[in-house]
């Protein structure tokens, strides 16, 4: 049962975004379709991050002795001013791991 629940969700994202990548379909979509589409991403991520950086233990943590929220913000200026993702990730990853271990 779980090897035909993970082959049907393979199916299912494979064909969803083959619809839309294929050149050679006759599938377009036009620019308002488009313009609603380039929301979804940015949403879905905060949907995920902002659980986990405001409410770490279940409760709201707004409080410099939150690690989350900390490196959160750093990662936040660090990619405002660096414009540069790996060095971001790396440097946020690293002051969040020294908070949580202090």
């Given at each position: 049962m779980i090897?035909?629940?993970?082959?049907?969700?393979?199916?299912?994202?494979?064909?969803?975004?083959y619809l839309f990548l294929e050149p050679?379909?006759?599938?377009?979509?036009?620019?308002q379709a488009q313009k609603l589409l380039s929301y979804s991403s940015p949403a879905v991520l905060t949907a995920i991050?902002?659980?986990i950086v405001f409410l770490p233990k279940g409760e709201l943590a707004l409080s410099w002795h939150n690690p989350y929220l900390v490196a959160a913000l750093v990662a936040v200026l660090l990619a405002?001013?660096?414009?540069?993702?790996?060095?971001?990730?790396?440097i946020s990853m690293s002051i969040f791991f020294l908070l949580s271990a202090f």
């Amino acid at each position: 049962m779980i090897w035909l629940t993970i082959l049907a969700m393979t199916l299912l994202v494979f064909s969803s975004r083959y619809l839309f990548l294929e050149p050679k379909l006759p599938l377009r979509l036009n620019a308002q379709a488009q313009k609603l589409l380039s929301y979804s991403s940015p949403a879905v991520l905060t949907a995920i991050w902002a659980p986990i950086v405001f409410l770490p233990k279940g409760e709201l943590a707004l409080s410099w002795h939150n690690p989350y929220l900390v490196a959160a913000l750093v990662a936040v200026l660090l990619a405002w001013k660096l414009k540069n993702v790996l060095l971001t990730a790396v440097i946020s990853m690293s002051i969040f791991f020294l908070l949580s271990a202090f």
